[in-house]
């Protein structure tokens, strides 16, 4: 048995070691091993110490007319999970300007079967950790972080103001908000405070089966937004008798996140730095390997007031711009003088199915999810009574039972 | 609609889960489909009127009222019924709400504690209502204890804005879900009596 004095000795030993460790960690929080310094300007030069060689190469390719200025832009990613995390990561990669990470969860080990963060980093903020691996990834990136729920009263308000004053030098809104959260009350959230502050914003998502996503770009009035009608689903063909959910709420693979992830990115650079189409609506359905995409107008009757709003305002906005001269394509009816084996040119799509698809607005492989709310059905169940009662009487009332 | 009877609650649920139910729950006293008028003189919670979220400073204060009215006459009814099985009271401002609900098992009381939010998009997207003990117990949850209501409820709910309020969530979400859920974890042994918990300690 050791004496007590050689007890003292050890633990004196261990404290020791214990304190040279922290400092070594502490000095490694500040600059970790590995890390660059800031670069202030992006160069072209193509050396193998220049992370933004191969992305400016992209200009000398003619497919981005100016790619430096994706320093400029600053983006809001608004669920920081399977989805949201890799999308982060591309746009530090690519040397996004600013980013502003929203998510109140903590990365858990359950987690592990997507991408980005590490089994070390269960515990912690999904924000904190996220900040911490991207901006050692790429320093020149600024990294704005809040850990909060954005549906609740609490936090709303501030959550509006972060994208109205977002941008990269906090004089005005984010350039785009990225929605990568995993459930309908936070995308109805971002909806509003987006169809509020005229914000344009992607929309993402995986499906609970981990077999299908989607991307869709909402320009508040001029496209639909997320309220304008129930949520797409891509079809996934698979026989409803076989579809099992027994114990569980949801799956997830790393594949179908990642390459919902990359889709969402793809579009955000296309949209921010100008070059090639941005699609409006893309669907992935993982067991066809099917990608409807569609277009999706505001509906008229849409419940959210600001997005009417918006509309009416898209509407003065086209009104007031000078018409372009639409030139028409005169097509020259190609004329065959004989029909020696009397062929007939039939129309692809029958008539009952293009009736059928214009009633549904929606493309091939694309349903909603649930029905719209049905106003003209008169319902003849009980309706709440008026009451004189006050706040605090109702209160006691219901307490008291 | 279907109609569920079990332990004299009676719970409305849409045809997948009503399927579901009858598969893995046979020890249900009785299954019936009812038409509009049964369903309408059972359930008894009255619908709401005004369409106003937490965020619309104007028009909330009316639909609070509407809600606390809706759940006076619910919980009403299911004491006449001896039916009681929860209750509710919020915050001053009505965002933030809590109270208990009961479910009876071999003549035993199982309680758990309930809370959920109002949500800014309310009622266009239904109040996520949370049972924080059960927390880890079921993979049919979500973050933070809240119950999944995805498959049963949301369409329903979507449905049915703005005439849905919190006593609807509360009938045609949460009770469905415990019926399912809590005989299920008590025969997996993860929810245990409360007498049962007092002598094992």
């Given at each position: 048995m050791a004496s007590i004095q050689e007890l003292k000795a050890k633990i004196k030993q261990l404290e020791d070691e214990l304190a040279l460790e922290k400092r070594r960690n502490a000095e490694q929080v500040g600059t970790p091993a590995g890390s660059r310094g800031k670069i202030a300007k992006m160069s072209a030069e193509v050396v193998d110490s220049n992370p933004y060689s191969r992305l400016m190469a992209l200009k000398r390719m003619g497919i981005v007319d100016n790619y430096e200025k994706i320093r400029d832009y600053s983006v809001a990613v608004v669920g920081v999970g399977g989805v949201g995390s890799v999308t982060a990561e591309m746009l530090t990669r690519c040397g996004i300007g600013k980013l502003i990470l929203f998510d109140y969860d903590k990365v858990e080990l359950a987690n592990m079967n997507r991408l980005f963060f590490q089994p070390h980093q269960s515990g912690m903020s999904k924000v904190e950790a996220a900040q911490k691996t991207l901006s050692f990834i790429n320093p020149d990136v600024i990294i704005e972080t809040h850990n909060y729920n954005i549906t609740t009263m609490a936090n709303f308000d501030n959550f509006m103001e972060t994208i109205r004053t977002g941008s990269i030098n906090g004089d005005g809104p984010v350039d785009l908000v990225l929605s990568c959260v995993d459930n309908f009350e936070a995308r109805m959230a971002i909806n509003d405070a987006?169809?509020?502050?005229?914000?344009?914003?992607?929309?993402?998502?995986?499906?609970?089966?981990?077999?299908?996503?989607?991307?869709?770009?909402?320009?508040p009035g001029e496209t639909a937004c997320f309220g304008c009608a129930p949520p797409l689903v891509v079809a996934e063909n698979i026989d409803e008798k076989t579809l099992k959910r027994e114990g569980v709420c949801a799956a997830s693979l790393p594949t179908t996140m990642g390459v919902v992830a990359g889709l969402l990115v793809q579009n955000t650079l296309k949209y921010l730095l100008g070059f090639g189409n941005v699609t409006e609506y893309l669907g992935y359905s993982a067991l066809q390997d099917f990608f409807p995409t569609m277009v999706m107008k505001p509906n008229s009757q849409c419940s959210s007031r600001y997005c009417i709003k918006r509309q009416e305002e898209f509407q003065k906005k086209l009104a007031a711009q000078p018409k372009e001269e639409i030139q028409e394509e005169v097509k020259e009816e190609i004329k065959h003088d004989s029909n020696e084996w009397a062929i007939e040119l039939v129309d692809e799509t029958s008539p009952e199915e293009s009736t059928e698809k214009s009633d549904e607005n929606l493309a091939t492989g694309i349903k909603y999810r649930y029905d719209r709310p049905d106003d003209t059905k008169t319902d003849d169940s009980e309706v709440v009574a008026d009451t004189d009662e006050s706040m605090d009487d109702l209160m006691a009332k219901l307490k008291g039972l | 609609m279907y109609c569920i009877v079990k332990e004299k609650r009676i719970?409305?649920?849409?045809?997948?889960?009503?399927?579901?139910?009858?598969?893995y729950q046979p020890s249900l006293t009785s299954i019936k489909m009812v038409d509009a008028a049964t369903k309408k003189a059972l359930s008894g919670i009255p619908l709401l009127k005004t369409n106003a979220g937490p965020r619309d400073k104007d028009l909330w204060p009316t639909r609070l009222k509407e809600e606390y009215m809706s759940l006076i006459k619910y919980v009403e009814n299911n004491k006449a019924a001896d039916n009681d099985w929860f209750r509710l009271e919020s915050s001053k401002d009505g965002t933030?709400?809590?109270?208990?609900?009961?479910?009876?098992?071999?003549?035993?009381?199982?309680?758990?504690?309930?809370?959920?939010?109002?949500?800014?998009?309310?009622?266009?997207?239904?109040?996520?209502?949370?049972?924080?003990?059960?927390d880890g117990k079921t993979a049919k949850m979500y973050r933070g204890g809240k119950i999944c209501l995805t498959d049963h409820f949301k369409p329903l709910w979507a449905k049915n804005v703005p005439k849905f309020g919190i006593g609807h969530a509360i009938a045609l979400g949460l009770g469905p879900w415990l019926a399912v859920e809590i005989p299920d974890l008590i025969s997996k042994g993860l929810v245990k009596h409360k007498d049962e918990k007092e002598e094992e300690t």
């Amino acid at each position: 048995m050791a004496s007590i004095q050689e007890l003292k000795a050890k633990i004196k030993q261990l404290e020791d070691e214990l304190a040279l460790e922290k400092r070594r960690n502490a000095e490694q929080v500040g600059t970790p091993a590995g890390s660059r310094g800031k670069i202030a300007k992006m160069s072209a030069e193509v050396v193998d110490s220049n992370p933004y060689s191969r992305l400016m190469a992209l200009k000398r390719m003619g497919i981005v007319d100016n790619y430096e200025k994706i320093r400029d832009y600053s983006v809001a990613v608004v669920g920081v999970g399977g989805v949201g995390s890799v999308t982060a990561e591309m746009l530090t990669r690519c040397g996004i300007g600013k980013l502003i990470l929203f998510d109140y969860d903590k990365v858990e080990l359950a987690n592990m079967n997507r991408l980005f963060f590490q089994p070390h980093q269960s515990g912690m903020s999904k924000v904190e950790a996220a900040q911490k691996t991207l901006s050692f990834i790429n320093p020149d990136v600024i990294i704005e972080t809040h850990n909060y729920n954005i549906t609740t009263m609490a936090n709303f308000d501030n959550f509006m103001e972060t994208i109205r004053t977002g941008s990269i030098n906090g004089d005005g809104p984010v350039d785009l908000v990225l929605s990568c959260v995993d459930n309908f009350e936070a995308r109805m959230a971002i909806n509003d405070a987006c169809n509020e502050l005229a914000q344009n914003w992607i929309e993402s998502g995986v499906s609970e089966n981990a077999v299908s996503g989607h991307i869709q770009l909402v320009k508040p009035g001029e496209t639909a937004c997320f309220g304008c009608a129930p949520p797409l689903v891509v079809a996934e063909n698979i026989d409803e008798k076989t579809l099992k959910r027994e114990g569980v709420c949801a799956a997830s693979l790393p594949t179908t996140m990642g390459v919902v992830a990359g889709l969402l990115v793809q579009n955000t650079l296309k949209y921010l730095l100008g070059f090639g189409n941005v699609t409006e609506y893309l669907g992935y359905s993982a067991l066809q390997d099917f990608f409807p995409t569609m277009v999706m107008k505001p509906n008229s009757q849409c419940s959210s007031r600001y997005c009417i709003k918006r509309q009416e305002e898209f509407q003065k906005k086209l009104a007031a711009q000078p018409k372009e001269e639409i030139q028409e394509e005169v097509k020259e009816e190609i004329k065959h003088d004989s029909n020696e084996w009397a062929i007939e040119l039939v129309d692809e799509t029958s008539p009952e199915e293009s009736t059928e698809k214009s009633d549904e607005n929606l493309a091939t492989g694309i349903k909603y999810r649930y029905d719209r709310p049905d106003d003209t059905k008169t319902d003849d169940s009980e309706v709440v009574a008026d009451t004189d009662e006050s706040m605090d009487d109702l209160m006691a009332k219901l307490k008291g039972l | 609609m279907y109609c569920i009877v079990k332990e004299k609650r009676i719970i409305y649920v849409n045809k997948e889960i009503y399927a579901k139910l009858w598969k893995y729950q046979p020890s249900l006293t009785s299954i019936k489909m009812v038409d509009a008028a049964t369903k309408k003189a059972l359930s008894g919670i009255p619908l709401l009127k005004t369409n106003a979220g937490p965020r619309d400073k104007d028009l909330w204060p009316t639909r609070l009222k509407e809600e606390y009215m809706s759940l006076i006459k619910y919980v009403e009814n299911n004491k006449a019924a001896d039916n009681d099985w929860f209750r509710l009271e919020s915050s001053k401002d009505g965002t933030r709400w809590f109270g208990k609900c009961w479910h009876m098992q071999d003549f035993l009381k199982y309680e758990f504690d309930i809370e959920f939010d109002i949500p800014v998009t309310y009622p266009v997207t239904a109040p996520e209502i949370a049972i924080p003990e059960l927390d880890g117990k079921t993979a049919k949850m979500y973050r933070g204890g809240k119950i999944c209501l995805t498959d049963h409820f949301k369409p329903l709910w979507a449905k049915n804005v703005p005439k849905f309020g919190i006593g609807h969530a509360i009938a045609l979400g949460l009770g469905p879900w415990l019926a399912v859920e809590i005989p299920d974890l008590i025969s997996k042994g993860l929810v245990k009596h409360k007498d049962e918990k007092e002598e094992e300690t």
